[in-house]
């Protein structure tokens, strides 16, 4: 059984940073990408930023020179380092793994965690 535990979120102010962080535990045997995803009320889940296990990154235009994506493949864990935030970014954030394998011989899937809060206000 996988899971992906997010952590870090909360409330900021305008122009303030936070940092979130997600954990991907259970019987893995390789994640192709991991990455964050956010959804803001009556609006669709959008991609914020993707990191493969090799270290290559994508970004959102929205969010680039702002925000940056991290991880610890040994560790099967994604961080998501936020500055300058604006009330725009405030929305629930999902972690993702793309493409886990459990063991050597299970087929590919899509995780995803619980989300966490980010609120940008003042």
């Known amino acids: 059984q996988v899971q992906l535990v997010e952590s870090g979120g909360g409330l900021v102010q305008p122009g303030g940073s936070l940092g979130l962080s997600c954990v991907a535990s259970?019987?893995?045997?390789?994640?192709?990408?991991m990455g964050w995803y956010r959804q803001a009320p009556g609006k669709q889940r959008e991609l914020v930023a993707t990191?493969?296990?090799?270290?290559?990154?994508n970004y959102a235009d929205s969010v680039k020179g702002r925000f940056t994506i991290s991880n610890d493949s040994a560790k099967n864990t994604v961080y998501l380092q936020m500055n300058s935030l604006k009330p725009e970014d405030t929305a629930v954030y999902y972690c993702?793994?793309?493409?886990?394998?459990?063991?050597?011989?299970?087929?590919?899937?899509?995780?995803w965690g619980q989300g966490t809060q980010v609120t940008v206000s003042s």
């Open positions: 993702n793994a793309d493409r886990l394998r459990a063991t050597k011989w299970s087929i590919l899937r899509d995780y």
């Open positions: 259970g019987s893995i045997f390789s994640i192709y990408a």
């Open positions: 990191i493969t296990s090799g270290g290559s990154t």
